[in-house]
């Protein structure tokens, strides 16, 4: 089990930027690939982004972003706070949407995926982009 949560959701007006966390207890999400994931009103849950685990080395991890997102949004890792966070600037009407993390257990990120291949899901958090 990988009990993640997410936060940080809110209503942002267009340009603006909010700050999303993943964080999990009882789990060491540096063992973890972690993937965002979106789905707005009537639409298919879409990949966003995934960082790869470091496997506690002093290596970066890598991350992938979706084409909608890249240049705008940033995901990085705190070990301190063992969470994951998703910077998003520039924000659009178009990002409005509910904002999952995920995780499959693995290490390295299969990127883009299907959210069927994940096993492990927050309960989302609300973004909302509008003027």
């Known amino acids: 089990q990988v009990p993640l949560v997410e936060s940080g959701g809110g209503l942002v007006q267009p340009g603006g930027s909010l700050r999303l966390s993943c964080a999990a207890s009882?789990?060491?999400?540096?063992?973890?690939?972690i993937y965002w994931f979106r789905q707005a009103p009537g639409k298919e849950r879409e990949g966003v982004s995934c960082?790869?685990?470091?496997?506690?080395?002093?290596?970066?991890?890598?991350?992938y972003y979706s084409d909608s997102v890249k240049g705008r949004f940033t995901v990085s890792r705190d070990y301190t706070k063992n969470t994951i966070f998703l910077q998003q600037n520039s924000l659009s009407p178009d990002d409005t949407a509910v904002y999952y993390c995920?995780?499959?257990?693995?290490?390295?990120?299969?990127?883009?995926?299907?959210?069927?291949?994940?096993?492990?899901w927050g309960q989302g958090t609300q973004v909302t982009v509008s003027s």
């Open positions: 995920a995780t499959d257990s693995l290490t390295g990120c299969r990127f883009p995926t299907g959210s069927a291949n994940l096993k492990y």
């Open positions: 009882g789990s060491n999400l540096d063992h973890y690939a």
């Open positions: 960082i790869t685990s470091t496997g506690g080395s002093y290596i970066p991890p890598t991350v």
